[in-house]
């Protein structure tokens, strides 16, 4: 059995008319001790979907559809009971550490609170092992760090610290929500080698949630390709990243760096709106291979090759030629 199964979540927003549909239908299943890698621009749905998965959705959010955890389904169960399972055995690093993170409680108090709530630790104790997690995740002297405040520490400091508080209470599923936004790129690699690094030790799995494609080509193990709340490509990352079917994977491909002097190929268009999505496949007004068929009918995400997945009806036909 997966430690994850999601299956047919749909998320909508609450509006004054209709509600707003912004995830569609979406399945996914993480193994145990697995790096799943889930990845598409902004505004694609992705960071909502892991909410879901959380129940940190607001008020004016709703779900349908199931997200089994170890056999119960996170949806049905009580508040309570979700409180005490979230942080424990499901936790998250949330996108932006300087706003997840309390600005007037120091950083080993805010780790120390989560190992007293869900582990019954001592305030003692819990303290003391909060300066453990804090060397754990690398950060020097954390004797004097986790008694200070998060202003007084780096983005990549405070990035480490979030990752601290995630994995204080051993969790079985951890979900990185764009781990190394706004870090430089020397610090986004060591964020990420910490992770893999946390990962082995603690046979802990992993949804890591990013919009580059190559963080998702070094780090996961199997990747899902997001566009406008659908999953549009699902594979091992060998096959994503070597043999992509479909054009809207093949784009962020092309949008890559490349050699010195060869100009970057971006997407042409944005993502649309929740309301304003196109008739057919919903990236067919963005699509290069668009031809009057994909307008008709939105495609079902089916199986191309041998364990690799697509939303596109021209997959078989469409010949990719790599000029990473």
Known sequence: MSLLEVRDLSLFF???????????????????AQIFGLAGESGCGKSLTALAVMGLLPENAYVE????????????????ALRKLRGKEVSMIFQEPMTSLNPVLTVGYQIAEALETHTGLSKKAALERSVELLRAVKIPSPETRAKEYPHQMSGGMRQRVMIAMAIAC???LLIADEP?????????AQILELLRNIRDERNMAVLLITHDIGVIAENAEVAAIMYAGRIVEF??????LETPKHPYTMGLLESLPKQKGIPLKPIRGSVPRPGELPLGCKFSDRCPYMIPECAKEEPQLREITAGQFARCIRSEEIKWESSI
Do not use: C, Q, Y
């Open 180 to 188: 190394t936004t706004a870090l430089d790129v020397t610090i986004e």
């Open 170 to 172: 051993n969790p079985s």
């Open 14 to 32: 609450k509006t004054s008319s209709v509600p707003l549909n912004v995830v569609n239908k979406l399945s996914l299943s993480i193994e145990k």
């Open 235 to 240: 594979s091992r990352v060998s096959a994503v």
């Open 65 to 80: 559809g199931s997200v089994v955890f170890e056999g119960r389904n996170l949806l049905a169960m009580e508040k309570e």
